[in-house]
């Protein structure tokens, strides 16, 4: 008789150990038809498992002769009392050769059905020789497309996971209980923390700009506070298009579009200028809006709102600041939409900005936050899901950067833009709104505007001044595509291997139909030809659910809690002459005051980190376990930590430093 030292360590998660009863079965290379390998059970497993221990339950298991290399594991867990669930971290088998293997396993298991768990190294399916009766890669493909399937929300819009109800989502990717109390409780008390409970049902419009200063004095963080005090000023208005909660939407201007007449006695009265010499300098910038034309505006508290599609224009003057030189509110030019200016009336020029504002947030938060990390997330998400065995490089590769996306989307589409949502309740865009401005951005958005290299080559910013946005941006991707490269590159010698690997191409492909829905016009590959197009395609994968959607996601209360800055809808329309505005046109376009609360509410919830959150380059969950990859995340989070390093030193020589890409604060997936 030989014998196994086997380890069976249970998950560090709240509520991961069980009642039940556990068998182990190994399963080696040379084992025969004849020999009977026994189940063992496992004892032990209902200990006290907090987040900083791990539940490890020891023991051995005789076999007649050698089972030769171990390939897999089977666990089993059987109800004794009542229905329970467990969750297995990891299984590692000391055999009597003195080998130590390794099988990860991070799965809930919550039946009695015998599962299957692969050895740690990671094979693609060409490389995979494993043959083994009940267990094929292909079976464990059928099965997870069984529990991911794809449901439609909404037709034009990526799809996104079925399910009916919390209790339906999958126990894998669910929100740990502490994540689920947290964000219930924020949820929750939301309007109690921030002192707004006695005023959240007041439909009252705001009398005096003393009253708005009142919501936000509660948590102010250096960047609202810093709002608060200068959103007024053009340079601020011009910085939040480079550094703001939108970043992605100003581009350099070569020639004005068609239904932009501006000029240059309009906005060179001195002379000293003309539009066409500062193009051709490089210092005309333009931000346009037209995703929001035609949109219907919502109706709040019974009372029509406004959403208009502005055009900027902005001038980067000689100290570098990027001003706002010209705003027309919207489209179609006509004689009742002027051309607003700064050398117009304090309020004219002030309420033509704040229609932008308000533009800015409706059009960001579907846009660059909502569709560009959050659904698209949940695609390669689904994807990974559906189409990868967990034995996959990829699978290893891009697991992290999945936590809790299904469930954070699935909440998203219950809470925020249903029918009853608190976005559709209380934002300009809420309603069909919602769903046009979807549609318009996912037709015109493109593959080269996913990768923040080519983005910026693109909109001509490669050499803006203090865009801090793009410095850490460009920093961040070449970091993860470096890593991305190294280890891909270890199971993908050539590019023959890319295209032959038909899981490779299964997933890439139900990404093009599910998530941009056959568009071709996006430019979203539809298959991998060449190693390099893989590494690229995974990069912005990983940058997207991590450092994208930190960068539009982490400064929405930062830039909004000062709601003159942020409105989430305006009650009067755009003034349609020079010369009518003054304080009370303003005081009376802002949202009311149950408006601005719930998005205040929304925003502080959307912005709010939980404990258990994981940063990228952070793994708790070791996946890996061949020493390549492995030290490949040991060089991957070393240069984390020095992008960080010079990020913070940075910011200590601004007057508002510019946080939201600093791996300290990115997290790994989208997971808020």
Known sequence: MVEYEVTVFTGKLDLASTFDDVYIKLVGSDESPRMQIPRKWIPSLKETVSLKSTCESHLSISCPKSLGKLVLVELQ????FFEDSWHPAKVEVKSPEGHTYHFPVYHWITDNEVYYFREGTALTVFEDKCSVDGYSREEEIKKQQEVY??????????HCLKADGLKSLPYDIRFSFTKYAEITYTATTGLIELELIQIA?????????????????????????YVQKHWKEDAFFGYQFLNGANPILIRRCTA????????????????????????????????DYKLLDGVQANTINGKQQFLMAPLVLLQKTNDDKLMPIAIQLKQKPAEDNPIFLPT??????LLAKIFVRSANFNLYELNAHLLRTHLLAEVFAMSVFRNLPMVHPLYKLLIPHTRYTLNINFLARKLLISKNGVFTQFTASGGEGVFTILKKSLSSLTY????????IAERGLKD???????????????????????TLSFYYKTDGEVEQDSELQAWIKDIFQYGFLSLESTGIPQKFSTVDEMV????MVIFTCSAQHSAVNSGQYDFGAWMPNSPTSLQLPPPTEKGTANEKTMLDSFPSVNTTVHGLAVMWLLSKQSSDRVLIGQYPEMRFTEEFPLQKIKEFQEELEKLSADIKARNSSLDLPYIYLDPDVVENSVSL
């Not at 867990?77 to 004794?80: A, L």
């Not at 501006?262 to 333009?286: C, P, R, W, Y």
């Not at 080269?448 to 983005?455: E, G, K, V």
């Open 344 to 349: 117009d009336s304090e309020y004219d020029w």
């Open 149 to 158: 399937c794809w449901d439609v929300y909404e037709e034009g819009i990526p």
């Open 256 to 287: 004005l579009p068609d239904n932009f007449a501006v000029t240059d006695e309009m906005i060179f009265s001195n002379g000293q200028h003309n539009l066409a010499e500062e193009m051709k300098k490089g210092n005309i910038f333009m931000c």
């Open 448 to 455: 080269s505007s996913l990768c923040i290299p080519d983005d």
């Open 77 to 80: 867990k059987q109800n004794r």
């Open 464 to 486: 803006v001044p203090n865009f801090h946005y793009r410095d850490d941006g460009l920093k961040l991707w070449d970091i993860i595509h470096r890593f991305v490269k190294g």
């Open 536 to 539: 690229k395609f995974v990069t």
């Open 201 to 225: 049902e007041c439909k009252k419009n705001f009398t005096c700009i003393e009253d708005i200063s009142r919501l936000s004095h509660v948590h102010q963080s250096v960047t609202s506070d």
